[in-house]
């Protein structure tokens, strides 16, 4: 069984910074990825990064690229997504989620407002 939480959504103004966290436990096959998906209200839920575990390569959604930055600490199987720029449109629940799989986290809101 795996649990993913995450931690860190809150209220924050356009153009600012905030960091979300997913931590990891339980077994985790090794070489995993980790998702970070986000869902606002009335519309589907979208990916937004992927981060291999093994090796730390990144992929983003291009809604994100440049402004949002996906790591870990393997010591703590926690990762973390750096959100800077925020605008409007980023509000949303984040979820962490390893890909191919059921585990999903419970989800963070962040509310991006002036």
């Known amino acids: 069984q795996v649990q993913l939480v995450e931690s860190g959504g809150g209220l924050v103004q356009p153009g600012g910074s905030r960091r979300l966290s997913c931590a990891a436990s339980g077994q985790l096959y090794s070489g995993y990825i980790i998702q970070w998906y986000r869902q606002a209200p009335g519309k589907q839920r979208e990916w937004v990064a992927d981060l291999a575990v093994s090796d730390g390569r990144t992929t983003y959604a291009d809604s994100v690229k440049g402004r949002f930055t996906l790591s870990k600490d393997n010591d703590v199987n926690t990762n973390y997504l750096q959100m800077t720029s925020l605008r409007y449109e980023d509000s949303a629940v984040y979820y962490c989620?390893?890909?191919?799989?059921?585990?999903w986290g419970q989800g963070t809101q962040v509310t991006v407002s002036a």
């Open positions: 989620h390893v890909k191919d799989s059921g585990w």
